[in-house]
């Protein structure tokens, strides 16, 4: 536990030698000021806070240090860094590993949110690629913490991912051990037939874990077309992300309120987008045995659903159907996204 919510992290560049005063004398006033809110994933924990400084090249492949141990779920912390500098944050929580693409430093005070519901697939790391007619998947961003701009994994979560062509199954495998560091024990490969053709990817994946209620569950089913390419090409995979309002500290909604529900699209780095002509969004409070429509209107980039979550406690579970204009498909299935009590 951190003996203080402050945390000083702040990095001072010298060119031409080591001065002989290597003092570095920061003013907070001078400082970006980051007031951090870390939640609890539906029951107590204990989670270590992360930073490093930003690998333009490789995002998430920085060395990332402890600031202060670990700290009580749900918490939070001050901290103060150096401007004009990019941090990459995290925030490991038992098996659970988030952390973002990196924040450039602005002298003056935000704020950020940490382990938020909802947990599930995110691209801010490569997904997939077809190079000739050899394809690989990584489900390596299949636990992200909410949030624009952030990935994540749970080594804990065990499951499979399968790859089929016109129905038939071409190549399936085991994912377990999954972590960001070792991506390679999250993957799959398999060969493909020449030319094109119409292909489903399905990944299923759960956990059962001390450290969070949510995200027992997640799946996902894209659909698309593949063609033999003369390079690498990234597979043209979506994930739909989530962002609650009004949750609590343990990510929690009140029994019998409404939920205003913004989500949108992230796409697999380097494919190309088209844009999404449909989204239908489901929800269930009985963790999946039934579902319910929910309408949901376009704002901005994005879209809103306002959910009716159950009067007693409990969980809400969503399922989003997604397709574009190329005719590009997913159905995403997040059991227990939040919690209700």
């Given at each position: 536990?951190?003996?203080?919510?402050?945390?000083?992290d702040l990095v001072d560049r010298r060119t031409d030698g080591i001065p002989d005063n290597p003092t570095y004398n920061a003013k907070q006033k001078e400082l970006a000021k980051v007031s951090t809110t870390y939640r609890a994933s539906g029951?107590?924990?204990?989670?270590?806070?992360?930073?490093?400084l930003h690998?333009?090249?490789?995002?998430?492949?920085?060395?990332?240090?402890?600031?202060?141990?670990?700290?009580?779920?749900?918490?939070?912390?001050?901290?103060?860094?150096?401007?004009?500098?990019?941090?990459?944050?995290?925030?490991?929580?038992?098996?659970?590993?988030?952390?973002?693409?990196g924040t450039l430093m602005k002298r003056g005070q935000t704020?950020?949110?940490?382990?938020?519901?909802?947990?599930?697939?995110?691209?801010?790391?490569?997904?997939?690629?077809?190079?000739?007619?050899?394809?690989?998947?990584?489900?390596v961003g299949l636990f992200a913490g909410a949030?624009?701009?952030?990935?994540?994994?749970?080594?804990?979560?065990?499951?499979?991912?399968?790859?089929a062509k016109d129905g038939k199954v071409?190549?399936?495998?085991?994912?377990?051990?999954?972590?960001?560091?070792?991506?390679?024990?999250?993957?799959?490969?398999?060969?493909?037939?020449?030319?094109?053709?119409?292909?489903t990817l399905s990944t299923s994946m759960r956990r059962q874990v001390p450290h969070s209620t949510?995200?027992?569950?997640?799946?996902?089913?894209?659909t698309f077309r593949s063609a033999t390419t003369a390079k690498e090409q990234p597979l043209p995979l979506m994930a739909v992300r989530y962002s609650p309002a009004g949750l609590d500290e343990s990510n929690r909604a009140k029994p019998g309120s409404t939920t205003r529900l913004p989500l949108w699209i992230e796409r697999n780095p380097g494919s190309t987008g088209a844009e999404a002509t449909s989204v239908r969004l489901e929800m269930s409070s009985d963790d999946g045995a039934n579902w319910r429509r929910i309408p949901v209107v376009r704002t901005g980039s994005g879209w809103t659903a306002t959910l009716p979550n159950p009067r007693t406690a409990g969980f809400v579970s969503l399922r989003a159907v997604v397709t574009d204009t190329a005719g590009t498909g997913l159905t995403q299935?997040?059991?227990?996204?939040?919690?209700?009590?």
């Open positions: 536990m951190s003996p203080s919510p402050y945390v000083y029951v107590a924990a204990t989670g270590m806070p992360t930073a490093a690998n333009r090249k490789f995002p998430g492949a920085s060395y990332s240090s402890s600031l202060v141990g670990d700290i009580p779920l749900p918490g939070t912390l001050i901290q103060y860094r150096t401007p004009g500098v990019t941090y990459e944050s995290g925030l490991q929580v038992g098996t659970a590993l988030t952390f973002d693409g704020s950020e949110v940490w382990n938020a519901a909802v947990t599930g697939p995110s691209f801010l790391l490569p997904g997939g690629s077809r190079t000739g007619d050899q394809l690989t998947f990584s489900a949030g624009a701009g952030r990935t994540g994994s749970d080594a804990a979560a065990t499951g499979t991912a399968t790859l071409l190549a399936t495998t085991d994912i377990a051990d999954c972590e960001v560091y070792q991506a390679e024990e999250c993957e799959l490969h398999a060969g493909l037939p020449a030319g094109s053709g119409a292909y949510l995200s027992t569950g997640v799946d996902a089913v894209w299935t997040i059991t227990r996204a939040y919690a209700v009590g």
